[in-house]
Structures are given as structure tokens and as C-alpha cells.
């Protein structure tokens, strides 16, 4: 990796036309960083670029990086964030997330090892499945269901954190691991499917907000920014070993919805559906890491990120 003194860091961001992507490319040349934006437009959207497409430092590339990527010139960084992220588009595309999660990142990897980058992998929370341990905590292995339904995401993060240390360790690659708790915002897509758009966008219509279960099981949700934050202290850090970056503070999906309807003003009723097959019944982050190695913990708080956010909805839904 070149020296900050010369010139701009040039970042190279797979999936950067996603929810989480976007808001990073926005952010990266915010910094001064010279991005290509790297995205197959599966699950992204060229809107999510509109406010600052035409920044003359973004170049937008359209390519699916299961296939091979080659880029001219030098590279700083190589941060992988490409892969369907909800479970409504990784069940609906099971073979697409598994090989994004290994031939992407296989070739993620090796860009960055010709480019003697420093490499970042988006991983995530689900690397601990329906957790035994509470919180979790970066050393603990996970409790995942390899061929149930959501397996092709679980598996194809920790496939990918597999393979990104042992570039690290053959290699002498210089790589990053964030693991990423529930994060919303604006650009998340109206039919996402989780919980939070889910929850909005009923309540924004006056359509019964659905609960899966009886709405115990609980999440933990960090805003855009705070994540974004997370990313950018964990790129300039030594830290080889994975990181979560999430929020601390843990509610029930129920508490979430009463939330959002109180919040929206809305009369949607909230109504129970069967739960998912291998849904989490806990998820909290364990952010001691994160707090004593990065200096980063949440700053914005959960009542001002859903006001945020659903105002975002509102301009969407023409609400």
C-alpha cells in the first residue's frame, strides 16, 4: 500500500452499488480517495450512486466478480462487499451467494495480491447462525445449519473468512475482517425483506406490520453511519483478526415494530407469522474489540437513525 503522502488512495469496492457499498463509496471519497465502484447491479441500483455519480474521483465498473477482475494502475485497497445480504435474495438466489462468497472473494483476493493491496472482507453476524453463546464475541465458532436454507449465506461468509486468512497466512496478504451486525438506512430497498424496510413500509401504507414468531427473538441494530465509521477505523488499523461492528443495544423484533408504528404515526396492527426455518432467536454484538482496538463504538442513537430512515421511506413511497 503507497504512502498517504502521495497521491489519493485509489479503493476499489465490489457490491459498491448496494445499500452498505454505496454509502462507503460516498463516504471513501468524502476522504479524498480516488474509488472504483464495482457492482453487477444484481442487487444494487445505479440510484444509490445518483447523488454523487458525478464525482470525476468514481468510476463505476459493471461486472460480476465471480468472474475475473482486472483493473489498470495501482490499488490501495480492495474492500469486498459484494453478495445478495437478505435472506429474502439469498434464498431466491442460493447459487449466486455461494459463489460470490467463494469465486468473488477468490478473486477479490487475488487482485489485491497483485496489487499488493491491503484487502477488507464484509462478513457478517450470521457467521455465529442461531447463536449458544450471548453476546457473541469474535472467538466464538458459531452454531450453523450447513444445509438448511440459510446455510448458502452463512456458509459463503465463512467460507470467505476462511479463505481471506489463509491469503493472510500463505500469502503475507494484508488483510481485514468485519464482521457486520444488522445495519439500516437510507438506500436500503423497499421489498429488502428484513426487518426494518419490512417493517416501514407497512406501517407507511397501512398494511399489518408482520412479525415472524411471537416477536421475541431479538436483533441489535447499528445505523449506516456508525457502520461506515467502524469500516474506515478497521481499514487504517493493524487489526488482522475479525471485528464486529454492530450495536450493543438489544431489542425484540416486537419492540422494533411497536417502534416503527409509533414513530410513523401509523394505524397498521402488527400481526404474527410462522417463524422462519434456522431464524436467530438472539443477536447482540460483543463490541470489546471494536472499542479497544478501533476506538469506535455507536454514536447515533436508535430513535434518531429510524427517524432518519423512515423520512428516506417516506420521499420513496411518496408518502
Given amino acids: 500500500m ?3 503522502a502521495g497521491p489519493p488512495l485509489r479503493v476499489l469496492v465490489t457490491g459498491g452499488a448496494g445499500f452498505i457499498g454505496s454509502h462507503l463509496c460516498q463516504f471513501l471519497l468524502g476522504q479524498g480517495c480516488d474509488v472504483l ?15 454523487f455519480a458525478g464525482a470525476p474521483q468514481l468510476t463505476f465498473v459493471n461486472h460480476d466478480v465471480t468472474e475475473h477482475v482486472e483493473v489498470d494502475g495501482p490499488l490501495d ?14 434464498l431466491e438466489m442460493p447459487i449466486q451467494t455461494l459463489k460470490v462468497g467463494a469465486l468473488g472473494t ?19 453476524s450470521e457467521v455465529y447462525g442461531d447463536p449458544l453463546v450471548h453476546p457473541q464475541r469474535e472467538d466464538y465458532w458459531g452454531n450453523v445449519n450447513p444445509i438448511g436454507p440459510r ?41 429488502d425483506g428484513r426487518a426494518i424496510p419490512a417493517f416501514m413500509t407497512q406501517a ?5 406490520i408482520t412479525v415472524y414468531g411471537d416477536g421475541s427473538q431479538t436483533r441489535s441494530f447499528q445505523y449506516i453511519s456508525d457502520l461506515v465509521d467502524g469500516i474506515w477505523r478497521l481499514m487504517q488499523s493493524n487489526v488482522t483478526e475479525p471485528v464486529n461492528i454492530g450495536n450493543p443495544h438489544e431489542m425484540t423484533l416486537l419492540e422494533l415494530a411497536e417502534w416503527v ?9 402488527i400481526v404474527f407469522e410462522p417463524l422462519p426455518v434456522d431464524d436467530p432467536k438472539v443477536r447482540q ?4 474489540r471494536a472499542r479497544t482496538l478501533l476506538g469506535w463504538e455507536p454514536r447515533v442513537s436508535m430513535e434518531e437513525g429510524l427517524r432518519r430512515t423512515l423520512a428516506w421511506f417516506r420521499v420513496q413511497l411518496g408518502n
Fill in 261 to 269: 408504528v409509533g414513530l410513523a404515526g401509523s394505524s397498521s396492527e
Fill in 37 to 51: 465502484c464495482v457492482d453487477n447491479l444484481l442487487t444494487g441500483a445505479m440510484e444509490n450512486l445518483s447523488t
Fill in 77 to 90: 485497497y480492495v474492500l469486498h462487499f459484494a453478495s445478495p445480504a437478505s435472506p429474502h435474495d439469498y
Fill in 285 to 288: 454484538p460483543d463490541i470489546t
Fill in 151 to 191: 446455510g448458502v449465506y452463512d456458509e459463503a461468509k465463512r467460507y470467505a473468512e476462511a479463505l481471506t486468512m489463509a491469503y493472510h497466512r500463505f500469502h503475507g496478504l494484508d488483510t481485514r475482517i468485519v464482521r457486520i451486525f444488522n445495519t439500516f438506512g437510507e438506500r436500503m430497498r423497499l421489498s
Fill in 204 to 208: 407507511l401504507t397501512g398494511k399489518p
Fill in 2 to 4: 503507497r504512502s498517504h
Fill in 106 to 124: 477468490h478473486n477479490a483476493l487475488g487482485l489485491a495480491k497483485a496489487k499488493q493491496a491491503r484487502f477488507l472482507l464484509a462478513s457478517t
